[in-house]
């Protein structure tokens, strides 16, 4: 062969493999986290409005029996859920579902299991008016607030010549709850190049969640959920997604997609908290639910026959999803 053959040869190897390796960097860029967290246009983010909602969403006093308040179900040392299979609300009310992480919500086009909110301001006025949660009427909860000397100078900063109403108390939660942004993961400096960053079971977990585990189908991109809503087999009686009337036999016990940024911080798992462990729940997802073959379940949920040792090295891949714990200052002294 020829001196120009082989240099040629050799010139378009080199480019098959540099255009491999920057489609692997761009198929691998959207894992990234973003540096903007999106926020309506009528609710501006402002340090004023952020620290309103923070003392707002620590306040239980404004609760039927002045003891719950948005932490208690989100609380930020248990992953922003509660570590319970259900919510607990006033009285000692157990709700009907897991308390969904608030971390990162932010990014979502739906809030709660059900996605029938389709804003934080939405998500925030649920808990308030809620049987099972602060079984409050909001007018009743605007009376606290405006009757609050302290609440109505920190609305005068955040929201100046606002009267205030329930519609602002959850825009201003709602600037909090969009500060709850899960930091830097060991799999982040993995991503970006520090390839000792993660364990080499956590590396092979990332393929295999990638590859054979086809966990991607649901959980894509940098929040790892595509927002979609699916019947994952677990074989309990909530209809999920269909309660909000929705015609479509795929809603039947459908539920959203929950971000698995910091997943090993919330769990039980699932809407109904009946998963105590990472690794049932990979088994569950991998392996065609908790019953295979049951009827109704999602298309995505299928048997790929993952052995327990690919079990372990996802859910080591999961866990280096975590990264540090947000820094919260939790007040414990409430305006008057």
Known sequence: MKLSKVVA???????????????KRNSDAKFIMPSKVPAPKDNVMTKQKVELGRILYFDPRYSKDGRVSCATCHDPKKGWSDGHAKAIGVFGRVGPRNSP????????????????ARSLEEQAMGPMQAHVEMDMKLEDVAKFVKGNKGYKAMFAKAYPKKEI?????????????RTVISLPSPFDLYLKGNKNAISADAAMGWSLFKGKGHCTDCHDGYNFTDGSFQNVGLGDDDIGRQKLKMKRKAWAHAFKTPTLRDVEKSGPYF????????????AICGNGGRYPGKAGVSSMIKNRNLTSKDIDQITAFLKSLSGPDLPVVIPTVFPN
Request: aromatic share 8%; no cysteine.
């Open 9 to 23: 040869s050799i010139v378009l190897a080199s480019s098959v493999v540099s255009v491999s390796l920057v489609a």
């Open 101 to 116: 992480t608030v971390l990162n919500t932010a990014f979502q086009s739906h809030q709660f299991w059900d996605g029938r």
């Open 165 to 177: 109403t329930p519609d602002l108390i959850v825009k201003a939660i709602a600037s909090f709850e």
């Open 271 to 282: 809407h109904d908290g009946s998963v105590q462990t990472l690794q049932e729940a990979v």
